[in-house]
Each structure stands twice: as structure tokens, then as C-alpha cells.
Antibody, heavy 119, light 107 residues
Framework: QLQLQESGPGLVKPSETLSLNCSVSGDSITSRNFYWAWIRQPPGKGLEWIGCVFYSGTAHYLPSLKSRVTISLDTSTNQFSLSLTSVTAADTAVYYC???????????WGQGATVTVSS | EIVLTQSPGTLSLSPGERATLSCRASQSVSSNYLAWYQQKPGQAPRLLIYGASSRANGIPDRISGSGSGTDFTLTISRLEPEDFAVYFCQQYGVSPWAFGQGTKVEI
């Protein structure tokens, strides 16, 4: 049974870098069958796709965040990560990691990690 | 970028009634790669429909998806109490895999 679990600081100061990890159990992040994605949801608002990474390390990002975001794989720990620089209060959200099989929709989600940007 | 617009914003219905939710894309969705998700408070979204009309594992047949190109519909034929939630559509044909803004189905 595939499980995803987000981890990282729940509080980040403005202008600093938000870093989250997603631990994957039950599957390998090096599989050619999956994309690994980050999605966020500000309080009381809708879902925003941040980006994804493929087994090769190729990543795609939301254009409005592209200058600040990096998604990468850590094959030694079977985790993938999100880094978002120069954060502001607008980056306060629940951050979800998720899996999307190639040719299919995003089918497995982590439980979500709440990140607040505040001094 | 493809922009998805969902309507209505809120749907007020009673158990047993039919719910019809719309998702319109600003350009044609590649390979009908359009999904629908259900989200309840405090929970992660759950995949309902992929490929515009295929049900994900374990989804009851009262929930169905239809449409192609730029116009898609999620239909719940007879609302059960557990169906009252927020529903999002998402296109995953081209990056960025955008979501619609959501439709709340309330009692």
C-alpha cells in the first residue's frame, strides 16, 4: 500500500526558504511509471498545483512560482522535496505531496503539512 | 496555460437529488486528461474520475463524469449524505496541471 508523508517546519519567517520532504513508502521514486507532485491549498481556498518531478529528475513548475521553486528527488532515502524561496504570507497553506501515474490522474495524496509564514 | 472555470460556486441540494457540476477549460484538454476530486474538511482530496469519464477504484456508480474538449460535467445521480463536500476538476494533459476553483455541494 503506497503511502506518502510530508515533513518539515510548520513555521517559516518571511523572506526565508520553505523546505518540505515527502517520504514515499510502498513504491520507488525511481519508477518510470510515476510523476511526484506538490500541491498547496491556502486557508479556505482552492487547490494550486506547484509542480512535479519525474524519475529522471526532470521537473515542471507553475510559471508564477518557477523563479522560487525547486522540486527534486533523493533516491537514497526514497523521498522527494520542495524548496520555495523568499516566502511571504501568501505562501501560507497546507502543502500536499502526491503521486500521478503516467497516463492517469493524481491518485495518492499525503495527509498534508500546514506551513505558516510569519515573523 | 489552461484555465479551468467551475460552476456553480455553490450548489444547495437535498439528499436524493441530482447534482450537476460543470468544468470549462480555456482551451481543449489534451487526450481528455480531466479529473475530478472530492475534498472534505481537513482531508486530502480523493480521486473520483479520471480521463473525463472513468471512475477511480471504489467510486460508486451514482458518480459519473462526461464531456470532452473544453466542456466537462460531473454528475451525482442521487446525493447521499457523504457526497456533501467540495469538488475540484483538474487537467493533467499539459503542464501546469491546473485545478478549477471548486464547487461546494451543500445541504
Amino acid at each position: 500500500q503506497l503511502q506518502l508523508q510530508e515533513s518539515g517546519p510548520g513555521l517559516v519567517k518571511p523572506s526565508e526558504t520553505l523546505s518540505l520532504n515527502c517520504s514515499v513508502s510502498g513504491d520507488s521514486i525511481t519508477s518510470r511509471n510515476f510523476y511526484w507532485a506538490w500541491i498547496r491549498q491556502p486557508p479556505g481556498k482552492g487547490l494550486e498545483w506547484i509542480g512535479c518531478v519525474f524519475y529522471s529528475g526532470t521537473a515542471h513548475y507553475l510559471p508564477s512560482l518557477k523563479s522560487r521553486v525547486t522540486i527534486s528527488l533523493d533516491t537514497s532515502t526514497n523521498q522527494f522535496s520542495l524548496s520555495l524561496t523568499s516566502v511571504t504570507a501568501a505562501d501560507t497553506a497546507v502543502y500536499y505531496c502526491a503521486r500521478r501515474p503516467v497516463g492517469y490522474a493524481t491518485d495518492v495524496w499525503g495527509q498534508g503539512a500546514t506551513v505558516t509564514v510569519s515573523s | 496555460e489552461i484555465v479551468l472555470t467551475q460552476s456553480p460556486g455553490t450548489l444547495s441540494l437535498s439528499p436524493g437529488e441530482r447534482a450537476t457540476l460543470s468544468c470549462r477549460a480555456s482551451q481543449s484538454v489534451s487526450s481528455n486528461y480531466l479529473a475530478w476530486y472530492q475534498q472534505k474538511p481537513g482531508q486530502a482530496p480523493r480521486l473520483l474520475i479520471y480521463g473525463a469519464s472513468s471512475r477511480a477504484n471504489g467510486i460508486p456508480d451514482r458518480i459519473s463524469g462526461s464531456g470532452s474538449g473544453t466542456d466537462f460535467t460531473l454528475t451525482i445521480s442521487r446525493l447521499e449524505p457523504e457526497d456533501f463536500a467540495v469538488y475540484f476538476c483538474q487537467q493533467y494533459g499539459v503542464s501546469p496541471w491546473a485545478f478549477g476553483q471548486g464547487t461546494k455541494v451543500e445541504i
